[in-house]
């Protein structure tokens, strides 16, 4: 693991233990071990509702006057600049897009600011179909802040990606970047003990069976 995604993982545990404590008080989650999660199919989505993204939030929380767009913004970009007189709110920085290595230049505003979003690694909508339905709101909301399932990314990947499962959308990685997206995919099913479609699990295989 490089120096930088130690970084980036210390940093993300702040606000991740806020988000355990949620849905720790709610209901824990911690029922699976990796490996186990790796062998589970999936049982089917017969009965469960739609997806809709409301049932996650109404946008990014805020902890202690920040919202989680920001945070990750501030731990995932370089040459960051704060708002005069905030210590939260990023107006402008460097982001090398974790998916494809592409340089993007960000400058928060209304026109500029979706050319970098926030993805969520393991998307919201297949959370929902992979056990989320069956959640308290609050475990929903927790999980949809959670950093260590979010990465700052270009808006035009973030939205070719959408809510692909990982065999679906691999993204174009090599070596120890794409073996640190596929450990984080498979750790946040694990975390919250979602059932991982059986091409999921192959996909993840593959790729850690290449991994040191």
Known sequence: ??????????????????????????????????????????????????YVREEFGDGWASTEGCDTRNRVLARDLTQVRLAHGSDCVVVSGVLVDPYTGQRVEFERGTITSHEVQIDHVVSLAQAWYAGAYAWTYEQRVAFANDQVNLLAAAGSVNASKSDASLAEYVPKLSGQSLCDFVTTYAHVAETYALTLPLADREVAEQVQDGCA
């Open 1 to 50: 693991m490089t120096r930088r995604r130690a970084k980036r993982l210390m940093a993300a545990l702040v606000v991740a233990m806020l988000a355990v404590i949620a849905y720790t008080q709610a209901g824990s989650f911690l029922t699976h071990s990796a490996p186990e999660v790796l062998e589970v199919t999936q049982t089917g989505t017969g009965g469960i509702p739609n």
